[in-house]
Antibody, heavy 126, light 108 residues
Framework: EAQMVESGGGLVQPGGSLRLSCAVS????????MSWVRQAPGKGLEWVAN?????????YYVDSVKGRFTISRDNAKGALYLQMDSLRVEDTAVYYC??????????????????WGKGTTVIVSS | EIVVTQSPGTLSLSPGERATLSCRAS???????LVWYQQRPGQAPRLLIY???SRATGIPDRFSGSGSGKDFTLTISRLEPEDSAVYYC?????????FGQGTRLEIK
């Protein structure tokens, strides 16, 4: 059974940094594009970032996090990461890692999420 | 960007009844690339339906999706208490993908 478990969330001051991790098991992780999706308190879902399967050389970000967040992966460890720098109050959310479906090998524009982790909470506050 | 609007905002029904949830896009959704997710309180979203009408693995046949173009529907027959959740639709026919704001289903 495919499973994903996030960690690394916490309370951080504005301008600070956090690194989220997602441990993946139960499927061949290296062949899937992966994403981070977030949900602010009481709000809906917002896609944050995608990373290509295998080497992960292609990445995409929502405009609001470009230049501040970096998605990466370690296929040998079955791990997905999100390095979050220059955090803002509006980044406060539950962050989910998610498996992506419907991408092609080299790009990912039309996609959805078929497996989700339970999420980790990030609170940005002074 | 395609705007996705869900209605109603909240739906309150009794066990055994049928729920009909609506998802309307501001433009036609290419290839009927629309999914539905269920999010129970305190839990992660779960994929229910992809491609507008195909059930995801392990989803009971009480859940069905229909529609095309701009208008899509999630129908849940024979409601059970565990169906109490927020339901989101998401289009993936155009970039960027966009989510609806959700419909809260309460089981009386």
């Amino acid at each position: 059974e495919a499973q994903m478990v996030e960690s690394g969330g916490g309370l951080v001051q504005p301008g600070g940094s956090l690194r989220l991790s997602c441990a993946v098991s139960g499927f061949d992780y290296s062949v899937f594009w992966m994403s981070w999706v977030r949900q602010a308190p009481g709000k809906g879902l917002e896609w944050v970032a995608n990373i290509q399967q295998e080497g992960g050389s292609v990445t995409y970000y929502v405009d609001s996090v470009k230049g501040r967040f970096t998605i990466s992966r370690d296929n040998a460890k079955g791990a997905l990461y999100l390095q979050m720098d220059s955090l803002r109050v509006e980044d406060t959310a539950v962050y989910y890692c998610a498996r992506v479906r419907s991408c092609t090998r080299n790009n990912c524009y039309f996609y959805y999420f078929d497996v989700w982790g339970k999420g980790t909470t990030v609170i940005v506050s002074s | 960007e395609i705007v996705v609007t869900q209605s109603p905002g909240t739906l309150s029904l009794s066990p055994g009844e049928r729920a009909t949830l609506s998802c309307r896009a501001s433009q036609s959704v290419n290839n009927n690339y629309l999914v539905w997710y269920q999010q129970r309180p305190g839990q992660a979203p779960r994929l229910l339906i992809y491609g507008a009408s195909s059930r995801a693995t392990g989803i009971p046949d009480r859940f069905s999706g229909s529609g095309s173009g701009k208008d899509f529907t999630l129908t849940i027959s024979r409601l059970e208490p565990e169906d109490s959740a927020v339901y989101y639709c998401q289009q993936y026919g155009s970039s960027p993908i966009t989510f609806g704001q959700g419909t809260r289903l309460e089981i009386k």
